[in-house]
């Protein structure tokens, strides 16, 4: 279990940035953005500063984000006031007010927000209130970690001298078969990916060159391993790597 007070802290410090990867969080909201249909009304779950809200709201007339975070929201506004971004609602507030909302929606977006809540039993509670805010059919798109993706980047940097990746002190990744027997309860998955390809060139490959994380060529490097990652997937090669994706849709 995590420190639910050492974490809200943490996402109150303004030094704060939720990805330091850059060409990944790219990767993520361009994944999630090609599943997003047209709707009415979007809800963003843990929104932090809107960087990837610009992107989802293309796809709704109205677009609802929330985030705990003072600070992130404060940062949020900035950038919705920044880009003119219409017909944008922010709310500060957890799980907790979403079961209080009277409002339903038609699609609702987590893009590594579950992580951060305390543990298992919280992480189930998110997600049930996420299935009764949907409309009758709605899609959740989901993006989170797991913690079998890490342990299987991890194998594989060990075998070639690496040392390993340690999940975020304030993440709790979850069990990947757990959580789709979980989700299966109240959505049909219709489609499910990761970024094995990614994580293969950036956190094996790259640093076995031996580059700087900041060096040029190693930033060069992810942006390669980014694009083609969009442009050919998966390759047949899974598991490898925390982040995972689910399309879902609300049962009836």
Request: glycine fraction near 4%; charge should be neutral.
């Amino acid at each position: 279990m995590s420190n639910p007070l050492a974490v809200k802290q943490h996402w109150e410090d303004p030094q704060t940035v939720s990805l330091r990867d850059e060409n990944l969080r790219v990767l993520e909201q361009r994944t999630i953005s090609t599943h997003l249909e047209p709707v009415e009304s979007l809800l963003e779950m843990g929104c932090g500063d809107c960087i990837n809200t610009l992107a989802y709201s293309c796809h709704a007339k109205t677009t609802w984000a929330i985030d705990y975070s003072l600070e992130m929201i404060r940062k949020a506004r900035l950038r919705i006031q920044r880009e003119a971004l219409p017909l944008t609602h922010l709310i500060n507030g957890d799980f907790f007010l979403l079961k209080a909302l009277r409002k339903k929606f038609q699609t609702i977006v987590s893009q590594r927000c579950l992580v951060n809540l305390s543990g298992w039993t919280e992480q189930q509670e998110a997600i049930s209130a996420i299935a009764e805010k949907l409309d009758d059919r709605g899609m959740f798109l989901m993006l989170e970690t797991t913690l079998d993706g890490l342990e299987n980047l991890n194998r594989l940097r060990h075998r070639v001298g690496l040392p390993s990746i340690p999940q975020p002190w304030h993440n709790r990744n979850f069990d990947l078969q757990r959580l789709r027997d979980f989700l299966e309860r109240y959505f049909l998955i219709e489609a499910m990916t990761d970024f094995s390809f990614y994580f293969l060139i950036t956190r094996v490959l790259n640093p076995l060159l031996g580059f700087s994380v900041d060096h040029p060529q190693s930033k060069k490097l992810d942006e390669v391993a980014r694009e083609l990652a969009e442009k050919i997937g998966p390759l047949g090669i899974e598991g490898i790597g925390p982040q995972i994706f689910f399309k879902l849709r609300k049962k009836s």
